[in-house]
């Protein structure tokens, strides 16, 4: 099985030439070359979509981690709806992100991700500015790499919001646990072509409110008002509302949180969706098949 654009595209193309190659591809997401608008971006998108469709072509099951992507690939003709299968995303670690108290300290809200305009860093930011006009001990972390991409946020802009004390940003980190912690608020204001976000289940794992945008893969993350809600994409002015209420209701982060965590457990656990892939490519039955045999054979 192959994941993410490159491999699924040059991996399937590889199994396409060579026949007879068991091949199953994971869709996590459509990213910039199905986003935007323009010449240069619908060429993109035309490329892509005959690349997928000719690596896909032999695909015994195509995998994806939201019915929305599933439906753009089967409208584009990109594969047939009988060949798709969806699962909770990557899956999550509940032992790994364990779910933790909330800091009695000020309001604090968390964005991870890559610095990438589609992640909606520029409207956490104006958020966080009209927040703090009447709240001003919030605190609005933000923590994640540069990316090289066209949409990338230049580093100089982060800094000197960071500089204005408009958002706090933390860089960038091989462990997420320790700012997901310190954190009673996870956003991701994203309107990217997400898969379903791996950040928002480890914050769920983690016990924590989610606010995010009614986006593809984002809006499988969220029932609202039971762990956190739903804003409009591109919309800063919703998302500071909702971040004052978050502030002004305090005493509902922890059943919010909770429900988080329920929901991480129930849907998102990685041993339920490794078991659910494992059970889409056959392997599970060939799994259970060769225990079978091995008892048989006195093994």
């Avoid at 790994?96 to 860093?121: D, N, Q, V, Y």
Wanted: charged content about 25%.
């Amino acid at each position: 099985m192959a994941y993410t654009i490159k491999p699924v595209i040059w991996g399937g193309l590889a199994a396409w030439l060579a026949g007879n190659i068991r091949f199953h591809g994971l869709i996590t997401g459509l990213g910039f070359a199905f986003e935007g608008y323009g010449f240069k971006r619908k060429m993109l998108k035309i490329i892509v979509s005959l690349l997928y469709r000719f690596a896909l072509l032999n695909a015994r099951r195509v995998i994806f981690q939201n019915p929305d992507n599933r439906d753009v690939f089967v409208e584009l003709n990109i594969v047939p709806s009988e060949k798709c299968a969806i699962v909770n995303g990557s899956g999550v670690n509940v032992q790994h992100f364990t779910m933790t108290s909330f800091a009695s300290s000020h309001p604090t809200f968390l964005l991870i991700a890559r610095l990438l305009s589609e992640k909606g860093i520029r409207e956490y930011a104006q958020a966080a500015r009209k927040v703090k006009t009447r709240h001003p001990d919030a605190v609005f972390n933000l923590l994640g790499p540069e990316d090289p991409s066209p949409d990338g946020v230049p580093l100089d802009e982060i800094q000197n919001l960071h500089d204005e004390g408009v958002i706090q940003y933390l860089g960038s980190t091989n462990d997420v646990r320790p700012h997901l912690a310190a954190c009673h608020v996870y956003v991701l204001p994203s309107y990217y072509g997400e898969g379903l976000p791996r950040t928002i289940i480890e914050a769920m794992a983690t016990g924590r409110p989610i606010l995010t945008t009614d986006n593809v893969g984002c809006r499988e993350t969220v029932i609202p008002g039971e762990n956190g809600f739903l804003v409009s994409v591109r919309d800063a002015d919703a998302l500071a509302e909702r971040m004052i209420w978050f502030i002004e209701h305090r005493g509902e982060w922890e059943r919010l949180g909770k429900r988080s965590r329920e929901m991480a457990e129930e849907w998102f656990d990685v041993r339920i969706i490794n078991k659910e892939l494992l059970g889409i490519m056959g392997l599970e039955e060939e799994k259970l098949e060769a225990g079978e045999g091995r008892k048989e054979n006195g093994v």
